[in-house]
């Protein structure tokens, strides 16, 4: 499945806290064209439901917690992410649902190209319809 979980170095140490640093094409395997973030999500809510044609993203839980269920058309995982160190990338055509949203968390996303709703496939049907051709 192309997904998987990237860890990032911590500089700094417990007495002074913690930085981490992400650049294009080195430790984030893209040249990043965007950054969003989630926040204030409803513990309940379920977000995501979708895949994307073209698109790459790095997904880095910077606060809190949630889970990712990724599905590629034939395997299933489920990815926590709890620390600001590591980073879930998930490549094209993966459909994801995020859940399990502990208070206050912010979920932060880099991403391989410009927001274009056209590369979104909101439809589960439709998904599975790419892999029967
Ligand atoms: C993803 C997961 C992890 C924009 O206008 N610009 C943007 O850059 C984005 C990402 C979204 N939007 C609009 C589109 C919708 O009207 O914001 C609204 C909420 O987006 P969505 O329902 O797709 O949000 P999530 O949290 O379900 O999914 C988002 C990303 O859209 C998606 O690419 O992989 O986070």
């Given at each position: 499945m192309n997904c998987y979980i990237l860890s990032f170095d911590e500089i700094g140490n417990i007495e002074i806290g913690y930085l981490t640093s992400l650049e294009s094409l080195k430790n984030i395997p893209f040249d990043i064209k965007r950054v969003y973030y989630t926040y204030d999500?409803?513990?309940?809510i379920k977000r995501g439901f979708h895949s994307h044609k073209k698109l790459e993203q790095v997904l880095i839980c910077v606060n809190g917690s949630i889970k990712v269920k990724c599905f590629d058309g034939q395997e299933e995982k489920v990815y926590l992410l709890d620390k600001p160190n590591e980073g879930l990338y998930i490549g094209p055509m993966i459909w994801r649902e995020m859940y399990d949203y502990a208070e206050n968390t912010v979920l932060m996303v880099l991403a391989s190209?410009?927001?274009?709703?056209?590369?979104?496939?909101?439809?589960y049907e439709k998904f599975i319809s790419y892999f029967k051709k």
């Amino acid at each position: 499945m192309n997904c998987y979980i990237l860890s990032f170095d911590e500089i700094g140490n417990i007495e002074i806290g913690y930085l981490t640093s992400l650049e294009s094409l080195k430790n984030i395997p893209f040249d990043i064209k965007r950054v969003y973030y989630t926040y204030d999500v409803p513990v309940k809510i379920k977000r995501g439901f979708h895949s994307h044609k073209k698109l790459e993203q790095v997904l880095i839980c910077v606060n809190g917690s949630i889970k990712v269920k990724c599905f590629d058309g034939q395997e299933e995982k489920v990815y926590l992410l709890d620390k600001p160190n590591e980073g879930l990338y998930i490549g094209p055509m993966i459909w994801r649902e995020m859940y399990d949203y502990a208070e206050n968390t912010v979920l932060m996303v880099l991403a391989s190209e410009l927001y274009d709703e056209d590369d979104y496939i909101r439809d589960y049907e439709k998904f599975i319809s790419y892999f029967k051709k």
